[in-house]
Nanobody, 118 residues
Framework: QVQLVESGGGLVQPGGSLRLSCAAS????????MGWYRQGPGKERELVAS???????NYADSVKGRFTISRDNAKNTVYLQMNSLKPEDTAVYYC????????????WGQGTQVTVSS
């Protein structure tokens, strides 16, 4: 079975940091592109950052310079390091993976809540 399990969400003050992790099983992880998405209250789900099987990365303009996506193929895990967090970053964050280049098909994690508030 394909399974993506996120961890690391929680409550943090503005300016703080969190690192999200997504552990994958049931797939050939090294042959998959991975992404982090988020959905804030009253908003559509948006792509925050992605990393290809070749480790090429892309970021939404709103998080450039603050967030870093990375992957560890030996651990079948993708990470999202979030620094300088803002209240606008509050959302449910989802991990998603798809076969190399086939973005239209993929697998979703269950989501983890990130709340940025003082």
């Amino acid at each position: 079975q394909v399974q993506l399990v996120e961890s690391g969400g929680g409550l943090v003050q503005p300016g703080g940091s969190l690192r999200l992790s997504c552990a994958a099983s049931g797939i050939i992880f090294s042959a998959h592109d991975m992404g982090w998405y988020r959905q804030g209250p009253g908003k559509e789900r948006e792509l925050v950052a992605s990393i290809t099987s070749r480790s090429s990365t892309n970021y939404a303009d709103s998080v450039k310079g603050r967030f870093t996506i990375s992957r560890d193929n030996a651990k079948n895990t993708v990470y999202l390091q979030m620094n300088s967090l803002k209240p606008e970053d509050t959302a449910v964050y989802y991990c998603r993976g798809w076969p190399r280049g086939y973005v239209a098909v993929g697998y979703w994690g269950q989501g983890t809540q990130v709340t940025v508030s003082s």
